[in-house]
């Protein structure tokens, strides 16, 4: 058989079913098989009871697939199925392991001859099923053997283009993972804020933000995560007939990428503001019980929304756009920093190119980005790039609106402030971080470096 899949939850089964759609048989194995083999029924998608039954039927060099979950079992299902392979043989982790794993991994199954490729896979069921994003990284010599079929199963770009490409040696491939679903944390929260502003804020009902989501699809915010959120708006309970939305708790989870990306930026020297933001309103929101005791003691806000709705609208749309390509600026220039520490050789056209379809980021501004990168890849930040360059600088005044308003109306707009900050920090040819340096020299003797002479400088400050 070409394939064996290791692990048949709702992702691993869905990848089976796309792979053989594609033409390929798949070999599958599940320690705790939790569902009926018929569902593969006149499928040509066989399961095994075995780790040894598993590898003894596929093609020589084997391609295996794990769909385990992150950590430990990783390490348990090689440690498992180790013993049968042989040299030569590929063996493929598809979860959210964390890119330092990988490396481990990859470097221990190389000793033994067994070829290691860490793959972040975006989409959820349906993108597993219909076509990913994927973003396979680790033993390049593995790459071409796995490239035709990984390519078939791909989601492809509006240009016909397969949604995948190698990310580069390493932990490469989980690492841009790692900063997509960073990217992901930013975009959810940012979305989330200007509801909030438009909902509770200004009064809007969640019909009439529906349609305004929608109108926001069909232009330059147009993305999969606008898209959802017109159609979770409209939405309404079958037993109450309210909006759903409402009736949901307000304690968002989260699985650890979004919080791996905020450390291992703070590590490497990068700057992801709006990320750091969309982390802790998760944080925060957890905070329930303590929440609902402090708005009584507290007092929530208590403004109401005065001003002219319509405009309120207009002045969203630009400052949520601003704000999403800020955070895409922060995400693609820790990708930048990441490439030099780690060495990684990131191709950053071809990462916003594989994240076009499939993946939960996807939006037409992609487009542009890799255009960017394409014309210039030694581009420092996407701030600088003349399209971006002159959307932030033109939705400037109505970023300023969104968040002064945001601060009347006692509406939290943490991660959205952040990203503005960002852009004037940026921007600030001089920051106040002289001061700082003072500081630091007054009460540690850190010294200081001056900008009219070269050399480092103690003052003897009393």
Known sequence: MNIGILGLGVMGRSLA?????????????????????????????????????????????????????AGKPVDKAILSIKPYLDKGDILIDGGNSFFVDTERRIKKLKADGIRFIGMGVSGGEKGALMGPSLMPGGDASAWEQVKPMLESIAAKADDGTPCVAWMGNGGAGHYVKMVHNGIEYGDMQLIAEVYDLLHRGAEISNGALAEIFSDW???DLQSYLI???????????????????DLILDEAAQKGTGRWTSQNSLEIGALVPTIYAAVEMRLMSSLKAERMVASKLLGEH???????????????????????ITSYAQGFALLRSASKEYGFGFNYADIARIWRAG????????????A??????????????????KVIVESQSAWRDVVKTAIDLGIPMMATSA??????????????????????DFFGAHTYRRIDKNGTFHTKWE
């Open 17 to 69: 079913l796309n792979f053989e759609r594609n033409g390929y048989s798949v070999a599958g194995y599940d320690i705790h098989l939790k569902f009926d083999p018929s569902f593969f029924k006149d499928k040509n998608v066989k399961i095994f009871d075995s780790f040894e039954s598993l590898v003894a039927a596929l093609d020589k060099p084997r391609v295996i697939l794990m769909m385990v979950p």
């Open 217 to 219: 699809n069909e232009y």
């Open 227 to 245: 898209e959802i959120t017109s159609r979770i708006l409209w939405w309404h309970d079958d037993e109450t007939g309210e909006s759903l939305v």
């Open 302 to 324: 208590t403004s109401k929304f005065s001003g002219d709705t319509e405009k309120l609208i207009n002045l969203a749309e630009k400052a949520l756009y601003a704000s999403k």
């Open 359 to 370: 993946c939960i980021i996807r939006a037409s501004l992609l487009d542009d980005i890799a």
């Open 372 to 389: 960017a990168f394409e014309a210039e890849p030694e581009l420092p930040n996407l701030l600088l790039n003349e399209t971006f360059r």
């Open 419 to 440: 990203s503005l900050a960002y852009f004037d920090a940026y921007r600030s040819e001089r920051l106040p971080a002289n001061l700082i340096q003072a500081q630091r």
